[in-house]
């Protein structure tokens, strides 16, 4: 019988598709996939470092596990990511039932290691490469399920050069590295002819995609372009409807990448646009690189070129030093600029960052405080966006069993909002399909729509995007 592998991911999205890049590898040994761990011979936990809660659970997790590994005979336990990749081999040392250990670089080296491990060796490789091996790897396995029907993320840079201070990444995930554009386009449209109609392009600073090369004037050498270019490329693979991208960095939006979201039909409205503070002296000892004004005037800009974008953000709270008025500066600029929304956190303080030793720590209860105002301002402006949505319509990717009611399906918008039906749409709308929807109400977490009836032809889809969508901006939430 094949071996049962699962997969368990923590932290972000580019973690959940390191997840998938690892499943898929196990798909063609000849592995199959199990729902949950109870079932697997196989465990691969995909750990995550950005703040210290989600490694203290790692560890935690890993001494419960040492039962499942007595359970049977043969099972192996694995860890990857980002914690891996910052401890090495001082987990495995910590761990005696845990197998293997491998980086944010090595997974491609994962069926080598469950093959050691068969034998009983145990391993860790966590080495640092620049080579751009690490994006070449196999195409979807027919037996792969992504659990995101109609989606898929493309990896189109890795690493990061930005060296905020709060921010481990740098360490954990390497310098910033972009793969040539030939074998992200193939892969697009291997996606498309699969049936994926959405693609999100995937990179810590994914818009600082080809910089490097650019500057140096050898894009033609490696093979990438300029990110502008790339979604434009995109744009064009017949099939893809929806294209977006995660998460760009503020100082890499140049004019091409502007007028790219007025100009690319399938580029999607809504950028995630980490801001992290609005306050100037915050933010310079964040080592952002940008004033709370520049952000305000990007935001503009974007909100200009395609009037029905939403920004949504990633914001902290607690840095140190962080006084009263820097964080009403947070809440300033995330009205400004209109949020419709963002996640919110208490800063962390991380091993071996510029920022772990700074002096002035903010107090845990002042923290908990200002996280829990700046949580209720973006509860007040989503609603008040979902609100401003409702009498409109929209077209929505289908993604399976809404979380309010088993029954009803799910999926997400354009602007990525989350949009339950009330109703089962008839016909044959299934997940991984897009359906035109009217929006008939709204709550702080989802814009709740009922199907339309089928469009006819001088009633299109994109004409009822276009006209009856009205851009509608935020109104200003006090
Ligand atoms: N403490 C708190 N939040 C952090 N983030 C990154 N590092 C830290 C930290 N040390 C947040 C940032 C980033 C998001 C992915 O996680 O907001 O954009
Ligand atoms: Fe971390 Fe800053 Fe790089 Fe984002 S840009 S991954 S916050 S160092």
């Known amino acids: ?28 040994e000849g592995m199959e996939q199990a ?20 490694e203290h659970r790692l560890y935690s997790d890993l001494g419960r596990l040492r039962e499942w590994k007595r359970e049977r005979p043969g099972r192996v336990l694995g860890v990857g990511g980002c914690v891996a ?15 293997f250990v491998f980086g944010t670089h090595n997974l491609r080296l994962v069926p080598a290691l469950v093959a050691a491990a068969r034998d009983g060796t145990r391993a860790t490789r966590v080495d640092e490469t620049r080579s751009l091996d690490r ?11 992504s659990g995101s029907p109609g989606r898929a993320f493309v990896t189109v840079m890795e690493g990061c050069d930005m060296f905020c201070s709060f ?10 590295i972009s793969r040539p554009a030939n ?6 449209r291997a996606l498309a002819d699969a049936g994926v109609v959405e693609l999100t392009l995937l990179g810590q600073t994914v818009n600082a995609y080809g910089r490097h090369d650019v500057r140096r004037g050898r894009t033609e050498t490696v093979g990438t372009l300029a990110f502008a270019e790339l979604l434009t490329a995109l744009d064009a693979i017949p099939g893809v409807s929806r294209l977006r991208y995660t998460s760009p960095h503020p100082i890499f939006f140049d004019e091409a990448l502007i007028r790219a979201h007025a100009e690319l039909e399938r580029l999607c409205p809504h950028v995630h646009l980490p801001l992290q503070s609005g306050s100037d002296r915050v933010l310079e000892r964040m080592r952002r690189r940008y004033t709370a004004d520049d952000f305000r005037r990007l935001a503009d800009r974007l909100h200009a070129a395609r009037p029905d974008l939403v920004l949504t953000s990633d914001l ?22 209109d949020l419709v929304d963002a996640y919110t956190f208490k800063y962390s303080p991380r091993p ?27 509860r007040d402006q989503t609603l008040a966006y979902h609100r401003g949505r409702v009498g409109g319509t929209t077209e929505v990717l289908l993604l399976g069993a809404s979380r309010r009611d088993t029954g009803a399906l799910s999926g997400r918008d354009p602007q990525h909002r989350v949009v339950n039906l009330a109703a089962p749409p008839s016909g044959d709308a299934a997940p991984g399909t897009l359906l035109p929807v009217e929006i008939v109400d709204a709550t702080p977490h989802s814009l709740i729509g009922l199907a339309r009836p089928s469009a006819g032809p001088e009633d299109s889809l994109r004409d009822g995007l276009r006209l009856a969508d009205e851009p509608r901006r935020m109104p200003a939430v006090a």
Not at 19 to 25: E, G
Not at 85 to 99: I, K, S, T, W, Y
Not at 167 to 176: A, D, L
Request: charged share 30%.
């Open 85 to 99: 990749q910052q401890e090495g081999d001082a987990v495995l040392r910590r761990f005696p039932h845990l197998d």
């Open 167 to 176: 921010c481990i990444v740098p360490r954990t995930r390497g310098r910033e």
């Open 352 to 378: 071996g960052t510029a920022a772990e030793d700074l002096p002035d720590s903010v107090a845990p209860e002042v923290a908990q405080e200002r996280l829990e105002r700046l949580q209720s301002q973006v």
């Open 316 to 337: 902290i709270v607690g840095f140190p030093g962080e006084t009263e008025a820097d964080f009403e500066h947070t809440l300033a600029v995330v009205r400004d600029v």
């Open 35 to 54: 729902d949950d761990a109870g079932d697997a011979d196989l465990l691969v936990i995909n750990t995550c470092s950005i703040r210290e809660k989600a």
């Open 183 to 188: 074998g992200i386009l193939d892969e697009a």
């Open 1 to 28: 019988m094949a071996l049962r592998f699962h997969v368990h991911t923590y932290g972000c999205q580019m973690n959940v598709h390191d997840s998938q890049k690892v499943a898929n590898l196990l798909h063609h």
């Open 135 to 145: 994006f070449d790897l196999p195409e979807r396995h027919p037996g792969f399920e």
